[in-house]
């Protein structure tokens, strides 16, 4: 079936495809499309969306691009970077500019037909630090904004707040939109009613395109990509890799699928058993095979500390299992499959403009090979994770299952954070070129520095708060970033609000430079009690009196069975809380997180619980959990053994990813 199209140009922001799929939740088919595209790709499309980009576009460092598209008799719409490529293409001026990021009211001050059905103000995403400063002749501003302080009900500006002009702008004459925000993050309240506005009302498109549509197309896809070949699947037991399962089999046959789940010991508990089962009530019997390899998986990872390395030597040790394994029964000739969704590629900087925020396990160096000599086969990887769970559905996959949360590829082993201590012969940190200082000394020097810019904003407001000595991932301006997060802590040890702790959580990751993410005490109160049940005379008790924060000792840790399985405990009880309290379909994901971090006069690690509130993962916002499942988190974590500490993580993404890795 023939569908109208909406062509997504891709400047490499993280957000692409989520346009994209903003554009088929409205039952329009969208593209993405390489910004060098001949200009006659683009002569088939009812309508042009340009994106964001990690480019400076006042610096003009993006290079090239099919500008030809100016001159088709085609709508256009540009965000953010997109915007300003429009206003400077027209003849208007762009410029570096003080930087707007999170929360924004938009203030409508023009009429046209792209803000139809909206009010006089909306809240939008802002994620920006150069401005289109003159308007071009023929267009006109349709609003300005000034940034808001985050609400579950919306955005609420300082009466301080500067105004940043040019915010949207349009030619109703040229059929030329420009959004210096993102409408196509959730967290623009009514950005799908802008986008629809554009792609139904402006463009003429018809909504054809339907998930059912996308099954059968795929399916169709599918045959003419496998021929009469066999296919191999790894099958996590996760929703991706099942959907994946699903649309395989039915497309292909059972007899031509061939399951592997390989329990790679980065598995959570009992994970490996339900997964087979699951299969087998399927029916799926002897085409199903499982493997056990663990220990090849825990020897690759020994060592290793920095994430990048961490998750290649996870990726590369599944394709040499699974190679492994396609040899031993026999069909080493098969093609084979993965259940790669769209945040795996885009997040792996798999587009030719995207940055790298992390490499995912199928996108490591042997996959990509495998892609280029056309041995892959990826059903899923134009699609979020909601549209998977609608395709799973729509193939006949139980409601309870979709609904389960998603679980990274390469497991616990990116939520078991690793470190070297003092072990490091040269006293240098293993952050590879993501390194910013140059020995240890200059670390303690930048830690100390802007622990106590932390420590001044949140004392401001009634918190104490200290930099702990590990980095993890994070994205800013759709780049990766690899910083320090925050310890945040109640001085008066009573027991803040919710949107207390975010508030403060969001000024200091806003406001101090070489912090991505903020964590939240859950234990503090119960510090002193466990070091003086002790019974070590060595043991300082944390005296919190003083409202002084603790110090934080950054030990020796690698990927082992032992603190896997100490992670393994605590993130069975973070999810049989959730189930508990009826919060599974409600919280979009929660990571559990250990840390190589002790406190000073306890024994153990600290746990991070990250219960995050999200649709496809792009955006996310922490999620507030029930007074009772805290106090029954608090109680049952920290009486793991190996467990001194217990936080929550308070960061949105951006600036901190939802992983820790």
Aim: proline fraction near 5%; charge should be negative.
């Amino acid at each position: 079936m023939q569908h109208d199209r909406i062509a997504v140009v891709d400047f490499g922001g993280q957000y692409v495809h989520l346009i994209a799929t903003k554009i088929r939740r409205l039952q329009v088919r969208a593209d993405i499309l390489d910004p060098m595209a001949a200009i006659d790709t683009f002569r088939q499309y009812k309508g042009i969306i340009l994106s964001g980009s990690p480019a400076l576009s006042a610096g003009g460092e993006i290079g090239g691009y099919t500008r030809e598209i100016f001159d088709l008799p085609i709508p256009i719409l540009g965000f953010c970077f997109g915007h300003q490529e429009i206003a400077k293409h027209y003849g208007g001026r762009v410029e570096h500019t003080s930087r707007e990021f999170g929360f924004a009211n938009l203030s409508i001050t023009g009429h046209s037909p792209i803000f139809s059905g909206l009010g006089p103000e909306e809240v939008v995403w802002m994620s920006h630090g150069d401005s289109v400063t003159i308007l071009p002749e023929s267009f006109v501003e349709l609003g300005s904004s000034v940034h808001a302080e985050p609400a579950a009900s919306g955005g609420r500006p300082n009466a301080t707040a500067e105004v940043h002009h040019n915010a949207a702008i349009a030619s109703d004459k040229l059929r030329r939109y420009g959004f210096q925000f993102h409408p196509e993050v959730d967290d623009t309240v009514n950005g799908q009613q802008m986008l629809s506005n554009f792609a139904i009302d402006i463009c003429r498109c018809a909504p054809t395109w339907t998930i059912s549509n996308f099954a059968e197309e795929e399916m169709e896809l599918l045959r003419q990509q496998a021929g009469d070949q066999k296919v191999f699947l790894l099958a996590s037991g996760g929703v991706d890799s099942t959907v994946c399962a699903r649309i395989l089999i039915d497309a292909l046959g059972p007899e031509r699928v061939h399951l592997l789940h390989i329990d790679n010991g980065l598995m959570r508990k009992d994970e490996s058993r339900e997964v087979v089962e699951r299969f087998r009530s399927w029916g799926v019997t002897d085409n199903l095979h499982f493997l056990d390899a663990s220990e090849r998986f825990l020897t690759d990872l020994d060592g290793l500390v920095e994430p990048e390395k961490k998750r290649i030597a996870i990726g590369e040790a599944f394709m040499h299992a699974c190679q492994d394994e396609l040899e031993t029964l026999g069909v080493q000739n098969a093609l084979l499959a993965q259940g790669t969704i769209y945040p795996d590629t885009i997040e792996t900087g798999g587009t030719s403009r995207a940055d790298v925020i992390k490499t995912h396990h199928n996108r490591v160096p042997m996959v990509e090979e495998m892609i280029k000599a056309g041995r892959i086969l990826e059903p899923l990887r134009e699609l979020y994770k909601v549209e998977v769970r609608e395709l799973g559905a729509a193939l006949g996959i139980e409601r309870d299952f979709l609904d389960r949360h998603p679980f990274p590829g390469p497991g616990l082993g990116v939520r078991l954070l690793c470190s070297r201590g003092d072990a490091a012969e040269d006293g240098r940190e293993d952050h590879a070129h993501y390194q910013t200082a140059e020995n240890r000394d200059d670390t303690n020097a930048i830690l100390k520095r802007i622990s106590d810019e932390a420590d001044q904003i949140a004392r401001e407001n009634g918190f104490g708060a200290r930099v702990m000595p590990i980095r993890s991932v994070g994205v800013k301006g759709d780049l990766r970033s690899y910083e320090w997060p925050v310890f945040l802590y109640d001085l008066a040890n009573k027991g803040a609000t919710w949107k207390a702790v975010l508030d403060i959580a969001n000024r200091i990751c806003k406001e101090i430079a070489g912090i991505n993410r903020c964590v939240y005490d859950l234990t503090r109160c119960s510090w002193s009690a466990r070091a003086s049940d002790a019974n070590d005379d060595d043991v300082t008790d944390f005296d919190q009196s003083d409202n002084e924060p603790p110090e934080f000792l950054l030990h020796e840790a690698y990927t082992t069975r032992d603190r896997l399985d100490v992670l393994r405990e605590a993130d069975a009880e973070m999810m049989s809380g959730l189930d508990r309290h009826n919060l599974m379909r409600t919280i979009w994901q929660a990571p559990t997180v250990l840390l190589p971090v002790e406190i000073a006069g306890l024994s153990g690690e600290m746990i991070v619980l990250r219960p995050v509130l999200s649709e496809r993962a792009m955006t996310a916002r922490p999620a507030e959990l029930p007074e009772k499942l805290i106090a029954e988190l608090r109680e049952r974590i920290p009486a793991i053994s190996g467990v001194s500490a217990l936080c929550i993580d308070v960061t949105t993404k951006p600036p901190g990813t939802i992983e820790w890795e």
